[in-house]
Each structure stands twice: as structure tokens, then as C-alpha cells.
């Protein structure tokens, strides 16, 4: 049996963050990855994704241009050269990682590993005992038991295409739907989604998602709220979709955009004591895992916020807590959120609704922002924003945006929440002007002096 300091299950932000923190303080630590490492966000997510999302941007950019006095014949977008550019920022991260593993002095062991007991694991023929352990080992996109479940496509797909499809039906309406299907819907593609219930963008306030909806529905998306997919069939060279109600629709392709499930079936979990639904790994507010404290759990794999930095903000607190035993709790509630759409969605802390929820006196800023002048300026249609602060005290709740930097603009609420900046505080800055984030100033209520659209 070899021995281990820390033993991470899983080579994504999680696991590599707690990794080298925890081999920066001398300890003998090993990753065990069955998959290509470097983690779902710069290999099949975030990264890849956000060059889809640019792309189609500026695709929309130049069919604009005329607004600003600029006149194009004709606009064409060859989409093997996007394609190959996103592989250009994903083929040298597996290696990349690897070498940043060696330097580190982190063995990485490629296999898959199962739990034997609460201190040991079994990989690849080997035994292996530890003195703590963290379970990173990500997500994958849900299954869904509908009839022809194979033919469907996963967000892993549709980074890969190189055809772009005439027609799409995806099932689901969270983020990762909306980012990708509004890339395709700009290159042309009729985009027919699927929506269980009536919830679009769980989480997201609905004033947001209504405007954002409305859009979308502008490039060409057909929203069927309270319909699911019964089956897919091959029909030809493309795909009948069999809706609950009895109609079908015909596709290029099926989308299964309907979330991701944590990916630690294979661990054998009970092994070690650890509980876990579906949706991933129980653990308290430490990021344990199991009775002794032994094992940790961060990232998707614990089913909470599956986001990027906040996968490498829970590994970091992991390393922290298993190395100095000085117990920090995670803190979630100034961490922003981002739906990479054309505009971008963003948010932080409380929606309106969750704030009356917990019985909270609060004082909401609506504002449509599309007639500033910031934004006419640059010619951006669609800007809209929403604050929710506490009436005593003027302490920011929660932040929600529609417009163009939104997904740059939310990291100052977010700052402002985490360092205890009152809405009047904020209004009280000086921006550069005329830029996006002037009209941050402008969204704070009760300003001692009357506001004029900026």
C-alpha cells in the first residue's frame, strides 16, 4: 500500500487548485484522472464557448455596421476557421496541465479510481492510503430517459460542429442553452426549445429573463414552455422529435441542454461514508464529505454552484482547511454570475423574490437602460437593469443585468457586496465617461439629487 498526504480525484479547477496548494506546503500529493485533465471550463466550457459567443458577436457587429456609416456588400462567416481557432486554446491545455502537475512535484496517475474505505483507494492495480482527500471529479451532462436518448447532442457537440445545422430542437432552458443556441440562431440556425415547466433560467430574476426571452425570440427562437420530449427518431438525414402532446417537430439536430449531473457513480462512495443524490455529494459547510473529515468534496461533483472560479475558490479552501486545520466556511453570497448571451445576463446575490422570501424590507431599482445615452452611443439596443437593496440600511442584496459589459459591470456590485458598500456609497463614484460601467453610478436608488439618463 503506498501512502499520501492528499489524494485529489479529479483534475479540473477544483482539484488542480487544491492540488498545488497543498504540494506548495511540502506534502506528497497525487491526482488520479481518468479523463484528459484540465477541467471542463478551458477544454469543453468557458473557454471554448466564450470564442463561439465572440465570434457570433462580431458576426452581429458587422450586420449592424450600417448604423454606424459603415456598408458592407455581403457578410460571410466560414465556420471551420472559428472552429479551428477554438482549437487553437483547447489542444495544449491536457499537455500544459501535465507539465504544470511536474513542476509542481503532484504525481498524476491517468485511471480510474474507486474507494475501498475511507482511507484508501484503488486505481490502476494500485492501493493507495491518505491522510485527506478531495473529490473533484466534475460533471457530466444529465441523461434523459426519453426513447432515442442517443441521438441527442451535448454542449461537447455542438463546440465540435463544423456544419451549422438548419434547424435545432434543445431540450431545456438554463444557461448553456441560451449561450449556445443564440451563437447558432445567428448563424442561421431555427431554434425550436423545450421547456418542462415555465421556469427559463432558473435563478435568474424574471425581469432579466423577460427581456432576455423577448430577444431571443427576435433571432428566431420558438418557446414552448410546459412540453417535453418524448422520443427522437431518425427520419432521413435528420431527427423527429415526438412532443408530449402529440406533435413532432423535425431537426438537423437534438440538444440535451437540460443540466449536468455530478460525475461520481463509478467512485463506490459508500466505501468511504459518504451520502450523495443525483445532483452530487453531500458535504457541510467545510466541504466535508464523510464522518472523520478525512474527505473533502468541491466543484461539480458537490452539486452546488457549477461555476468555474468558484470550483477553484472551494479547492483553495479545501488546501486551506485540511493543511492548517483553522475550519473556513464557504461564502457565497457576493459571488456573480454570467449568461454569456449577445448581450450578456449577469447577476449577484438576492433576486427580488428571494428577498421577500426571507421576509427582508427592501427597495428594488428597476431601470430599462436602453435609452441612455451611453448605451445609444454604441448603438446597443437592449440594456436593463435591477437592484435590490435593504430600505434601512441601503445595503446592496443583489445586482441584475441585461446589457453590453454586463458581465464585466457586476463584478463591482459584487465587490461592493463583499466589502460592505451601501448603495449610496456607490452612487457617490466618479466613473470615466461615456462607458458601460458609468451607469452603474445611475442604477443606485435614493440619490440626494434627481437623475438624468446617461
Known amino acids: 500500500m503506498e501512502h499520501y498526504d492528499f489524494i485529489v480525484l479529479g483534475g479540473g479547477n477544483a482539484g488542480l487548485r487544491a492540488a498545488r496548494e497543498v504540494a506548495a506546503h511540502g506534502r506528497k500529493v497525487i491526482l488520479i484522472d481518468p479523463t484528459p485533465i484540465g477541467g471542463l471550463c478551458p477544454l469543453r466550457g468557458c473557454n471554448p464557448k466564450k470564442i463561439l459567443v465572440r465570434a457570433s458577436e462580431a458576426l452581429q457587429a458587422v450586420r449592424d455596421a450600417a448604423e454606424h456609416g459603415i456598408h458592407v456588400d455581403s457578410v460571410h462567416i466560414d465556420w471551420n476557421v472559428v472552429i479551428d481557432r477554438k482549437h487553437r486554446f483547447t489542444d495544449s491545455v491536457t499537455e500544459s496541465t501535465e507539465e504544470s502537475l511536474r513542476k509542481a512535484g503532484i504525481e498524476y496517475l491517468e485511471a480510474s479510481p474507486r474507494f475501498a474505505a475511507a482511507d484508501r483507494i484503488d486505481a490502476d492495480g494500485r492501493t493507495f492510503s491518505f491522510s485527506g482527500c478531495l473529490v473533484a471529479t466534475g460533471s457530466r451532462p444529465r441523461a434523459l430517459p426519453i426513447e432515442g436518448a442517443r441521438h441527442l447532442k451535448t454542449s461537447d457537440d455542438l463546440l465540435e460542429l463544423r456544419e451549422v445545422p438548419k434547424t435545432m430542437v434543445v ?14 440562431a445567428r448563424l442561421g440556425t431555427r431554434i425550436h426549445m423545450l421547456v418542462r415547466g415555465t421556469t427559463i433560467l432558473k435563478g435568474f430574476d424574471p425581469d432579466i429573463v423577460k427581456e432576455l426571452v423577448e430577444h431571443s425570440e427576435s433571432l428566431g427562437f420558438v418557446i414552448y414552455e410546459k412540453t417535453e420530449a418524448k422520443a427522437v427518431r431518425p427520419s432521413g438525414q435528420r431527427y423527429s422529435v415526438a412532443l408530449d402532446h402529440g406533435a413532432t417537430i423535425e431537426a438537423d439536430i437534438v440538444f440535451n441542454a437540460a443540466g449536468r449531473s455530478a460525475a461520481v457513480e463509478t467512485l463506490n462512495l459508500e466505501a468511504a461514508g459518504m451520502e450523495y443524490t443525483d445532483k452530487g455529494i453531500r458535504v457541510d459547510e467545510y466541504r466535508r464529505a464523510n464522518r472523520d473529515s478525512r474527505i473533502y468534496a468541491a466543484g461539480d461533483a458537490d452539486g452546488g454552484m457549477q461555476l468555474s472560479p468558484v470550483a477553484s475558490y472551494e479547492g483553495g479552501l479545501v488546501a486551506h482547511n485540511f493543511l492548517s486545520g483553522d475550519q473556513k466556511k464557504t461564502d457565497y453570497a457576493s ?7 449577445v448581450p450578456p445576463c449577469a447577476m449577484v446575490g438576492l433576486t427580488e423574490a428571494q428577498a421577500s422570501e426571507r ?55 459584487a465587490m461592493a457586496m463583499r466589502f460592505g458598500i451601501s448603495r449610496v456609497e456607490l452612487s457617490q463614484l466618479v466613473p470615466v465617461y461615456p462607458t458601460f460601467s458609468s451607469a452603474v453610478q445611475h442604477l443606485t436608488p435614493l440619490l440626494e439629487s434627481g437623475r438624468s439618463a446617461v
Open 335 to 341: 459571488i456573480p454570475r454570467a449568461l454569456f448571451t
Open 171 to 184: 431540450i431545456g432552458a438554463g444557461a448553456v442553452a441560451f449561450e449556445l443556441c443564440q451563437v447558432y
Open 359 to 413: 421576509g427582508l424590507d427592501v427597495d428594488v431599482t428597476m431601470e430599462d437602460m436602453s435609452e441612455w445615452t451611453v448605451f445609444s452611443i454604441a448603438n446597443e439596443k437592449k440594456a436593463f437593469g435591477k437592484m435590490v437593496t435593504e430600505a434601512r440600511t441601503g445595503k446592496i442584496l443583489g445586482a441584475h443585468l441585461y446589457h453590453a459589459s454586463a458581465d464585466e459591470n457586476i463584478n463591482l456590485f
